[in-house]
């Protein structure tokens, strides 16, 4: 093939539900391929943030570069349309190194954000969304649809009447960018280019699924998760969103007394497998994904994303 017609470079991108073996699989294949890993984490951006976080150990970080962990502070606000941009970057620093990428991690829409791109809406305003919500308080319910159905009807049409969080940023686009925030989204996404992506998805055994969810919830508490989550609050206050993510926020209901350790720790595994049915109902909507029916950590699961790996890459040579 003549440098004029060189491919572009490989991004494998590693889907699936919370504990379903994704980070073994990323170290095989990075150790195999000299590649680098990217998570696609909303909770792994945040450093202190430990224990209840499932991010890989510091002996894993140390065999293979790791990027977008530990970027944040707790108090830090961080969107997916900051992890696209960050993310982005790695992937071409890591391509300048003649180093495969490999994105990991169980954020559908952060994935979405680097693959497909966010629409170039304006910065969100923390004023402005402060007036909204304070004159949503004075008025009566709907205050918030009436308003966004005089600015952007089409918006209104979509959004439930209750869903103040989307009514807000709604309101906050058609105020900020003069036009209604449905025809920014018609303006178009900034989609990823210059990469070919290979989507391998993760799809485990349900009940095996389920089990190691349990036993992993109940891991963190066992190894100080109500601890770690004091001394966080010790030092950022109740207020960061992040302490709302799943396993902090039993944590937190626990050292206020609302829950017994066992009930906390029940909450969380509970969450955990509900929030494993939406990845997956998410992920089953990205194009183009070979599913293994495994767990990362299966030898053969691994011999086989292995095997999808180079034949990609022998058929770019």
Not at 117 to 144: I, K, M, N, T, Y
Not at 169 to 185: C, D, K, Y
Request: proline share 5%; charged share 25%; net charge positive.
């Amino acid at each position: 093939m003549s440098h004029s017609q060189q491919p572009d470079p490989l991004a494998v991108i590693l889907l699936g539900p919370t504990a379903s073996g994704k980070t073994a699989l990323s170290l095989t294949l990075a150790e195999k391929f000299s590649g680098e890993i990217v998570s696609c984490d909303s909770v792994a951006v945040y450093r202190e943030m430990e224990i209840g976080t499932a991010k890989p150990s510091i002996t894993e970080r140390a065999r293979i570069p790791h990027h977008l962990i530990d970027v944040y502070t707790p108090n830090d606000h961080s969107t997916a349309g900051d992890y696209s941009r960050l993310a982005r970057i790695a992937l071409r620093d890591i391509s300048a190194r003649n180093h495969l990428s490999i994105v990991t991690g169980g954020t559908g829409l952060y994935l979405r954000a680097l693959t497909e791109g966010l629409f170039a809406g304006p910065q969100r305003s923390p004023d402005l969304r402060l007036r909204l919500e304070h004159s949503a308080q004075r008025h009566v319910p709907g205050w918030l649809h009436r308003i966004l159905t005089r600015l952007d009807p089409a918006s209104a049409a979509r959004i439930h009447a209750n869903d103040a969080p989307k009514l807000i940023r709604a309101i906050e686009v058609s105020l900020a960018a003069r036009q209604p925030i449905s025809e920014a989204w018609k303006q178009g996404r900034d989609r990823l280019t210059g990469f070919q992506l290979l989507r391998i998805g993760l799809d485990p055994d349900r009940k095996g699924l389920y089990a190691r969810i349990d036993a992993r919830a109940k891991t963190m508490f066992d190894e100080g998760l109500i601890d770690e989550t004091r001394h966080l609050i010790s030092r950022y206050g109740e207020t960061p969103r992040a302490f709302d993510s799943l396993g902090y926020k039993q944590a937190r209901a626990a050292l206020r007394g609302e829950m017994t350790l066992p009930e906390a720790i029940a909450s969380a595994q509970q969450g955990h497998r509900n929030y494993a049915k939406r990845q997956l109902t998410w992920f089953r909507r990205e194009p183009d994904v070979l599913w293994l029916r495994g767990f990362g950590d299966d030898p053969i699961i691994m011999d086989e994303a292995v095997r999808a790996v180079q034949r990609v890459l022998s058929e770019s040579d």
